[in-house]
């Protein structure tokens, strides 16, 4: 059976990034890059063992700002005015330095191309990434995402509560918010399954909780403005998976997303919100693996050389 590695820690763009690997070392490399204020962890061993099972070399790892990863806490918390507008003059960073945090990763671990895997503002990330280095994407997995058009993917409006409050600092407060978060924008055809959902709340508080750093995640969102036009420019496998009870980010993100990458398939998917429910994770790992095998054979380079 796979299991992770370690936690590990590799220097890329200039901070540390804490990640682990599964699977065959010579597999093709998958990463899998998380959302806004989540942590690696909250891709489930058993669907990165699904993936691992189908013969990639998984890596999941901590975006800057969250989890064990470097903290940008010289850049103190964002005004929340300039934050919601994405104003761009006093953003710490953008969505584009995070792209890069992903290649420095990807440099560390001597792969030259991976397959790219993002959830939500992974999406945006890996979006970014294959718009700003495609060489080195072998195929592209957009899930609950969006193109960062102000047009497309809106929150509604049962949600504003969830984005605009303060997160709590107190431990078992944290637990019960991230409860009360999935209990909205979670998958309302499948199953609530909060005692994982705790679980991987409280494991996340523990191993590194910053309201800051998220915060700062979010203005790296709101900054950094729309790839639609860009995205049209992509010449590689794309994958756009998105929920179609999805409050968080409207199914309208994920269908203006695949319309603008050039042979992108769809994939709408009843009854799932924003989050990733237990009995998709076949069909994910079906989807992901689809794709990535329409990436030519010349992309296929396993190390630097």
């Not at 993936?51 to 070399?57: I, V």
Request: with cysteine.
């Amino acid at each position: 059976m796979h299991e992770f590695s370690e936690e590990l820690f590799a220097p890329s763009n200039g901070i540390r990034l804490c990640y682990q690997e599964m699977g065959d070392p010579d597999g093709e490399p998958l990463l899998l890059v998380m959302g806004l204020a989540t942590q690696m962890i909250a891709w489930s061993e058993d669907f990165c063992r699904l993936l691992a099972d189908r013969g990639f070399r998984v890596v999941r790892f901590d975006n800057r700002d969250i989890g064990r990863s470097t903290k940008i806490k010289a850049a103190g918390a964002p005004n929340l005015l300039a934050m919601a507008v994405g104003h761009r003059g006093n953003a710490p960073y953008f969505l584009s330095d995070m792209a890069a945090d992903t290649f420095g990763l990807m440099d560390h671990l001597e792969i030259e191309s991976a397959h790219l895997v993002g959830a939500s503002m992974g999406g945006m990330i890996v979006q970014t990434a294959a718009i700003e280095n495609p060489r080195r994407v072998r195929s592209l997995t957009s899930i609950m995402s969006t193109t960062g058009s102000r047009r497309v993917g809106h929150p509604s409006y049962k949600t504003f509560g969830l984005l605009l409050g303060k997160p709590p600092r107190e431990r078992e407060a944290a637990i019960e918010r991230v409860v009360k978060t999935f209990k909205v924008i979670g998958s309302p055809g499948y199953p609530f399954e909060e005692e994982r959902i705790r679980e991987i709340a409280a494991l996340s508080f523990d191993r590194g909780h910053s309201e800051a750093g998220i915060a700062r995640q979010l203005h790296a969102i709101t900054a950094s403005g729309d790839r639609t036009t860009r995205l049209r420019e992509l010449d590689l496998p794309a994958l756009v998976i998105h929920g179609k009870n999805d409050v968080l980010v409207n199914p309208s993100g994920g269908k203006a997303t695949a319309k603008a990458i050039p042979g992108a398939r769809l994939k709408l998917v009843d009854g799932m919100g924003h989050d990733l429910p237990r009995a998709l994770w076949p069909t994910f790992v079906e989807e992901i693996a689809a794709n990535a095998a329409r990436a030519p054979e010349a992309a296929r380079v396993a190390s630097l050389s």
